[in-house]
């Protein structure tokens, strides 16, 4: 990966703006940051693995996940691009851009700008055949709550959702809609509040007859736990 060799292409895109310019100069094995009008302002950055990719994970959270490619390289799974849509940091907001139960037409506006303007604008600018079941998403702690709303909410869109110790604020509904995708969960037995909610799902899943893995290990809420567990997610998903 080469961190140096960031190509940063600021341009804003409305929501409803044609397929924009592919950056200038090659972009396998770099990070590419694209600035959306959304919410006044929302960098998404993309980290582009130096082979054509075989498969992508849209995550919340971006500018702290797209970073993890190198995880990826290292772990010699298929070759994997990571869309990462930056998240809010001011934490009572982000939770309600996560999850649908807080804020509706807030998470509605985030939701339609993460599934259908930056999943656009992915396969415009890469060129990518974003087929269902080499797509996931992925989210940690609020954000997993994220990944599992709209896994649900676009089985057709996700084929995977990979979710790391989630919080309490969206729940299992009481009658899961189908199809369901194929589910990731992992929580760290020093994390009890999130382990625990990462059971009830698990359990959910399965009782709706889901595909799912439910991973309990040592570990504890943050990016040391969750990195760990990010390769093997990509590797159950899309092989290797």
């Not at 396998?28 to 082979?51: A, H, I, S």
């Not at 990944?147 to 990979?162: E, T």
């Not at 995708?181 to 909610?197: D, I, K, S």
Request: glycine fraction near 10%.
């Amino acid at each position: 990966m080469k961190k140096q060799a960031r190509n940063h292409v600021n341009r804003k895109l409305s929501e409803s703006d044609g397929a924009p310019a592919k950056p200038a100069g090659a972009v396998l094995g770099e990070f590419v940051t694209e600035m959306f009008e959304y919410d006044g302002g929302r960098p998404v950055t993309v980290c582009v693995p130096p082979e054509p990719p075989e498969a992508v994970v849209f995550a919340g959270d971006g500018q702290r996940i797209s970073k993890w490619g190198q995880l990826l390289e290292k772990a010699g799974v298929p070759s994997t691009m990571i869309v990462g849509v930056h998240g809010l940091t001011d934490d009572m907001l982000r939770l309600h851009e996560y999850s649908p139960g807080f804020e509706p037409a807030r998470f509605a506006a985030h939701e339609k700008f993460f599934v259908e303007d930056v999943r656009r604008w992915t396969q415009s600018q890469f060129g990518m055949e974003l087929r269902t079941e080499h797509t996931a998403v992925f989210g940690v702690s609020a954000g997993g709550e994220l990944a599992l709303a709209l896994g649900l909410r676009h089985p057709n869109v996700y084929g995977a959702v990979f979710c790391a110790s989630p919080g309490c604020g969206y729940n299992p509904p009481g009658v899961m809609p189908r199809p369901l995708p194929r589910t990731y969960l992992v929580a760290g037995t020093q994390e009890p509040f999130f382990l625990e909610n990462a059971r009830r799902w698990a359990d959910a899943l399965r009782d709706a007859d889901a595909e799912v893995l439910m991973n309990e290990r040592a570990g504890s809420h943050g990016d040391a736990f969750w990195q760990e567990e990010f390769p093997l997610m990509v590797a159950w998903a899309f092989g290797r």
